[in-house]
């Protein structure tokens, strides 16, 4: 069972950027596709990013085209979500999750415990 650490989160103000990081440990790194999620207080847990194993082929939700943007380090184990332009709404709890499959499955991926991101204005 892999093992996903996410991190980079915290306190900002509107209009800034911040890097998220996803650790994976406890299998193969480049055998997996990652994704992104996010959930807000009060909301469903939502898709945000993922991409491919080799990391050719991200994808993104409609409402992350252009200010977020994912990548991947294999050499780190490591898989990265920049997000420009902060806004209050994207204040919610981040996860990744793992999967050999791509896109991941939501039901079957393996998920980290989340970093808490807070915008304010």
């Known amino acids: 069972q892999v093992q996903l650490v996410e991190s980079g989160g915290g306190l900002l103000q509107a209009g800034g950027s911040l890097r998220l990081s996803c650790a994976l440990s406890?299998?193969?790194?480049?055998?997996?596709?990652i994704a992104w999620w996010r959930q807000a207080p009060g909301d469903q847990r939502k898709f945000v990013a993922t991409i491919n194993d080799s990391g050719d082929w991200p994808y993104y939700a409609d409402f992350a085209k252009g200010r977020f943007t994912i990548s991947r380090d294999n050499a780190k184990n490591t898989v990265y979500l920049q997000i420009n332009s902060l806004k209050p709404e994207d204040t919610a709890v981040y996860y990744c999750?793992?999967?050999?499959?791509?896109?991941?499955?939501?039901?079957?991926?393996?998920w980290g415990q989340g970093t808490q991101v807070t915008v304010s204005l």
């Open positions: 999750a793992a999967d050999t499959i791509f896109p991941p499955r939501e039901k079957f991926a393996s």
């Open positions: 406890g299998g193969a790194f480049n055998n997996y596709a």
